[in-house]
């Protein structure tokens, strides 16, 4: 299972930190994703994070998104800067097999 957390009420300009912790045995050797979804959009990609540490971004994001993961947490974290009132949306990770999080709000005012 992924739990994310770390959303909250934001004002534009601020920088947030996402954590989503795994509870599976095996967190080293999977990719993980973040996404999130605005309301009355489509779940949009971020980025994912390989085995390997890797980051990929989507270009929507590039330049004001961090991905990083720990291993021994079991953790993968998104890092957002500048933010904008269109980041609101709820956010979330996606692991393997098609695992989901919760999700986690984050609503940015101006």
């Known amino acids: 299972q992924l739990a994310e957390s770390g959303g909250g009420l934001v004002q534009v300009g601020e920088s947030l930190k996402l954590s989503c912790a795994s509870s599976?045995?095996?967190?080293?050797?999977?990719?993980y994703a973040w996404w999130r979804q605005a309301p009355g959009k489509q779940r949009e990609w971020l980025g994912t994070?390989?085995?390997?540490?890797?980051?990929v971004y989507a270009e929507s994001v590039k330049g004001r998104v961090i991905i990083s993961r720990d291993n021994s947490e079991k953790r993968v974290f998104l890092e957002m800067n500048n933010l904008k009132p269109e980041d609101t949306a709820i956010y979330y990770c996606?692991?393997?097999?098609?695992?989901w999080g919760q999700g986690t709000q984050v609503t940015v005012s101006l």
């Open positions: 996606r692991g393997p097999n098609n695992v």
């Open positions: 994070i390989t085995i390997h540490s890797t980051p």
């Open positions: 599976g045995t095996i967190f080293s050797e999977d990719a």
